[in-house]
């Protein structure tokens, strides 16, 4: 093993030691070198490993590459799997939409298989990339941050364990062992923002604008985005509460506190409460927040903030659930875990009109109306046989999945 070879195989498990993986390590291969480099190291690093591909049936080549890597996860005794998206419509932001896809097909793969962690093969290039991109959109500190280390979506782990190493590396250590890779010839292609980025970047070199420097500034970045999350989180400990699902401000102290920290609860808040893995636009959070500071009741993001009595309430809008539907046991609309005597025939559907008006003391819970008419029921077709948050229906109870105290803990990114 060469001197390169080792520091890359010490870096790469130093990064997976540092995430606590427990048992098998899910990899999302490609095929591509960066992939291909981090199933070879992962490999020599003797952990326990399944790899996924994703073919997203855009290219011909797609089904061979992941035919190629499902060969060679074979000769490294690797369990491969190999998941195909069909969903593009020819509509809206192709990339977008597939890297959605393929995050969700991979989360449903590694639950599926109790992976509690997957690893990708995003690089140091391609976090000075990402820089660029979004400081071209204006992004403050919370997207010049980049990628981070490891985050937690889907209910999956995912981690970056070669954030430190440029392409050049990995690919001169798959030279060196003898192994292939498949390049993807979107790679070149200048339709797409990433690739105008990776050119940008090489213009900027003459400036001593590497990835290197871009990867260090979104480091710094991503130390000042922690500060004002620590912030955040005293704050909302001083002027927030869950009461039954909805966040509950004090509106006094939360325009008191520094325009920035009463953004970041706002927008924590509706991201919270509508299970969304990324907030609004920034324009639309400010017209929102300037609107709560006018005194006015406003929807956004799937959302409804109530002004009454000194406190903003930010509850579920019920056009974003009217046809939400879950088996029983199941999470409805991605928060609620109801449990009581399920029977056949019983679904979890939103209460709305129809069920509030089978709950007559429903004014005695507290709860505002809008709170519950978009709050969960449990229907047998057209019959509503109980209302945990409005009423009616003994031995039922609804609570948010992640509990009350989870608004307040998941402030500070992980």
Not at 57 to 83: M, Q, S, T, W, Y
Not at 201 to 223: K, N
Not at 234 to 257: N, S, T, Y
Request: charged letters at 20%; proline letters at 5%.
């Amino acid at each position: 093993m060469t001197g390169e070879d080792a520091r890359l195989l010490h870096r790469f498990g130093a990064a997976v030691e540092a995430a606590q993986v427990t048992g098998s390590l899910g990899l999302a291969v490609s095929g591509g070198g960066d992939s291909m480099a981090m199933l070879h190291l992962a490999a020599r690093a003797g952990l326990a490993l399944r790899a996924v591909t994703v073919n997203h049936g855009l290219r011909p080549e797609a089904a061979a590459e992941a035919r190629f890597v499902g060969d060679v996860c074979a000769g490294l005794g690797v369990p491969h799997d190999i998941l195909t998206w069909q969903g593009w419509d020819g509509r809206g932001n192709l990339q977008a939409a597939a890297r959605s896809a393929r995050y969700g097909l991979m989360a449903d793969w590694a639950r599926d298989g109790g992976i509690g962690t997957v690893a990708l093969a995003h690089t140091l290039d391609d976090q000075a990339e990402t820089f660029l991109m979004r400081l071209g959109r204006a992004a403050g500190v919370d997207g010049l941050a980049g990628m981070p280390p490891q985050r937690h979506a889907f209910g999956v782990a995912w981690l970056r364990p070669l954030l430190f190493a440029e392409r050049d590396e990995l690919r001169g250590f798959l030279r060196r062992g003898g192994h292939g890779w498949c390049e993807d010839p979107s790679n070149a292609d200048a339709r797409f923002a990433r690739v105008r980025a990776r050119q940008a970047l090489a213009a900027l070199a003459p400036l001593g604008i590497d990835a290197h420097v871009l990867s260090e500034v979104a480091g710094h970045m991503a130390a000042a985005r922690h500060a004002l999350e620590v912030q955040t989180t005293a704050a909302a400990l001083d002027c927030a509460r869950v009461d039954r699902g909805d966040v509950v401000f004090d509106r006094e102290k939360l325009f008191a506190l520094p325009p920035e920290i009463t953004r970041r609860l706002l927008e924590h808040a509706l991201k919270w409460v509508s299970s969304a893995e990324f907030g609004p636009r920034a324009g639309s959070l400010a017209e929102f927040t300037a609107a709560l500071a006018s005194g006015a009741e406003v929807t956004l993001h799937g959302c409804r903030a109530l002004v009454a009595g000194g406190a903003i309430r930010v509850t579920r809008e019920y056009q974003a659930v009217r046809d939400a539907v879950a088996a029983p046991g199941a999470l409805w609309d991605g928060r609620w875990r109801v449990t009581g005597p399920w029977e056949q025939g019983l679904e979890l559907r939103a209460l709305g009109e129809a069920g509030l008006r089978a709950c007559p003391g429903w004014r005695d819970t507290g709860l505002p109306r809008p709170s519950l008419l978009a709050s969960p029921g449990v229907w047998r077709g057209a019959v509503l046989v109980a209302a945990p948050l409005a009423g009616p229906g003994p031995g039922w109870r609804a609570e948010p999945a992640n509990g009350a105290e989870g608004f307040v803990q998941s402030i500070i990114s992980h």
